[in-house]
């Protein structure tokens, strides 16, 4: 429902309640006074619902915007070197015919900082 629809019924509801409301000014009929309260409920729900669909069209709006190509952060070095194909530090250092561990210790291993180098080659 296009939002100008809700807003113009909203616009008769509040018409037919404050006529209703004249109408049966001085009754004092039970079902004349449920009759004005069920209109101002009816108006009161229709702005609730009125809200709801503007905060729904937004979040939807927002979620196609980043699906469709709204700004991505920067890929984490992680991404980058898979991207690349190059291989990380571990992965150069790991022994000729070992296995490669699980990709989720990959990543905790790509994180590390590579190794410090002794201060004397010659282990003096």
Do not use: C, F, W
């Not at 709006?61 to 890929?75: S, T």
């Not at 210790?105 to 994180?111: A, G, M, N």
């Amino acid at each position: 429902m296009p939002p100008a629809a809700l807003v113009e019924a909203a616009g008769r509801l509040d018409e037919a309640h404050q006529a209703l409301s004249a109408a049966v000014a001085g009754s004092t009929q039970a079902e004349a006074g449920q009759a004005v309260a069920q209109l101002s409920n009816a108006a009161r729900t229709l702005t609730e619902v009125h809200g709801l669909l503007q905060r729904a069209r937004a979040l939807v709006e927002d979620y196609l915007a980043r699906v469709v190509g709204g700004p991505q952060p920067p890929p984490t070095a992680i991404e980058q070197r898979r991207a690349s194909g190059a291989r990380s530090p571990a992965a150069a250092r790991r022994e000729p015919g070992r296995p490669p561990p699980p990709p989720q210790v990959q990543d905790v291993l790509d994180d590390l900082p590579p190794k410090v180098p002794k201060p004397n080659p010659e282990g003096r």
